[in-house]
């Protein structure tokens, strides 16, 4: 149980492009949305927290005009990166809960990750 | 200093030896801690999770809470090769503060 999926698990695009990341909870409702970023060697950084049918809390010196996330049901988060750029470049990781972040103690469960390189 | 320290390694070990990860935090307001690993090129998969002081064992693994000296560990017993992987370990104040990760290589 607590499958999360993430898909693209990998994209190469052009500079200035925009790419959509999709993470789906598969077999149970996902109150909670996160998305982190990963560089090599590191640990992971949250960058946003969505819950379902709100607007998402984005993490200090996160560009939330960037980082477009969109939580629209309760199984499917989306991260848009706009315009992207060389340094955009990174393992991004989305994780879901099913509970909400700040009460209960509902654990997260991730994906498998999308690795985006912008040529 | 960081909220979450833990030793980023290499740990390499042979087969069938205990391996032990730790992480210590500085905040007395982590309420929950969670063992994650990380296989190269994937997301991390939940191992453990615990709520209060003291030991949970789940097959091979065990962990361990220290609230009052702000300690958890991971015990791994007859460690395989297959558990090759980085291990993060991972508290939550709200959200989840992850330490740096252990890279763990178990050689046949």
């Known amino acids: 149980g607590a499958v999360v999926s993430q898909h693209p698990s990998w994209v190469i695009c052009k500079s200035g492009t925009s790419v959509k990341i999709e993470c789906r909870s598969l077999?149970?409702?996902?109150?909670?949305m996160f998305w982190y970023r990963q560089f090599p060697k590191q640990s992971l950084m949250l960058m946003a927290t969505?819950?379902?049918?709100?607007?998402?809390?984005?993490e200090q010196g996160v560009e939330k005009d960037k980082f477009l996330i969109n939580h629209a049901s309760l199984t499917l988060s989306t991260l848009t990166v706009t315009s992207a750029h060389p340094e955009d470049s990174s393992f991004y990781i989305c994780?879901?809960?099913?509970?909400?972040?700040?009460?209960?103690?509902?654990?997260?469960?991730f994906g498998d990750g999308t690795r985006l390189s912008i040529l | 200093q960081k909220e979450v320290e833990q030793d980023p390694g290499p740990l390499s070990v042979p087969e069938g030896a205990i391996v032990s990860l730790n992480c210590t935090y500085s905040?007395?307001?982590?309420?929950?801690f969670m063992w994650y690993r990380q296989y190269s090129r994937k997301g991390p998969e939940l191992l453990m999770y615990?709520?209060?002081?003291g030991n949970k064992e789940d097959g091979r693994f065990t962990a361990q809470v220290d609230k009052s000296s702000k300690y958890i560990s991971l015990f791994i017993r007859d460690s395989q090769p297959s558990d090759s992987a980085t291990y993060l370990c991972?508290?939550?104040?709200?959200?989840?503060?992850f330490g740096q990760g252990t890279e763990l290589s178990v050689k046949p």
């Open positions: 994780s879901a809960s099913a509970g909400y972040d700040n009460r209960g103690g509902q654990p997260q469960h």
């Open positions: 077999d149970f409702q996902a109150t909670t």
């Open positions: 969505s819950n379902e049918g709100s607007k998402a809390t984005y």
């Open positions: 905040n007395s307001a982590f309420q929950y």
């Open positions: 615990t709520y209060s002081s």
């Open positions: 991972a508290m939550r104040r709200g959200k989840l503060i």
